[in-house]
């Protein structure tokens, strides 16, 4: 049972343009979400978070929404540039744990 | 950011064989580390939660007799996995979590990564 989907194993952007990630979750008990980029034979590393009591986080380039009746976030990342190219990994947890569930991951890729 | 380190960052070893994966958290100390695994074009699959001092916490599905797990410090966990089979063969990443210069970390810190190929 994958509590948090990302339905689209891949995404190419033209540099300089939106990308937009998706992630649905279906736990209601989740109350904080994460998104990792990750590189190849690398870890993830951290990028965005958001709380369930807010709708909209923003760090630079990156903005993640979140849409708690419909059980979805988005990031998204503008503008995109080739460095961004990498897989994004959704994330959430749930009553303040560490636990973290992961989606399946979106490979984006960025075009010069 | 926090640094997390992992060794070895590549192993091969033959079925039967046990392996020994360490994470090393370097500039900050880990309270609590975590373990994943993630296979080709899947997600990070958490295997066990460990905390300094006492036993690891493992997922469903998870078996604790093969996948040892030791975190006998506030800056070192290892990963053994023991009879290796190539079943076992995967990603296994580990992340850290702790006080990062007096502030509390609220996101996980991931390791680079240990690919583990058993033949």
């Known amino acids: 049972d994958q509590q948090v989907k990302q339905n689209s194993p891949s995404l190419s952007v033209q540099e300089g343009r939106i990308s937009i990630l998706n992630c649905d979750y279906t736990n209601s008990m989740f109350d904080y979400f994460l998104w990792y980029k990750k590189y190849p034979a690398e870890g993830p590393t951290f990028l965005i978070s958001?709380?369930?009591?807010?709708d909209k986080n923003e760090d630079g380039r990156f903005t993640v929404f979140l849409n708690k009746s419909a059980k979805h976030l988005s990031l998204h990342i503008v503008p995109s540039q080739p460095g961004d190219s990498a897989v994004y990994f959704c994330?959430?947890?749930?009553?303040?744990?560490?636990?973290?569930?992961f989606g399946t991951g979106t490979r984006l890729k960025v075009l010069a | 950011g926090a640094v997390v380190s992992q060794h070895p960052s590549r192993v091969i070893c033959k079925s039967g064989t046990s392996v020994k994966i360490e994470c090393r958290s370097l500039?900050?100390?880990?309270?609590?580390m975590f373990w994943y695994r993630q296979f080709p074009k899947q997600s990070l699959m958490l295997m066990a939660t460990s905390n300094e001092g006492s036993k690891a916490t493992y997922e469903q599905g998870v078996e604790k007799d093969k996948f040892l797990i030791n975190h006998a410090s506030l800056t070192l966990s290892t990963l053994t996995v023991t009879s290796a089979h190539p079943e076992d063969s995967s990603f296994y990443i580990c992340?850290?979590?702790?006080?990062?210069?007096?502030?509390?970390?609220?996101?996980?810190?991931f390791g680079p990564g240990t690919r583990l190929t058993v033949l």
């Open positions: 500039d900050f100390q880990a309270t609590t």
């Open positions: 994330a959430a947890s749930a009553g303040g744990t560490y636990k973290y569930i």
């Open positions: 958001i709380s369930s009591i807010k």
């Open positions: 992340s850290a979590l702790g006080e990062l210069f007096s502030r509390i970390t609220d996101t996980q810190y």
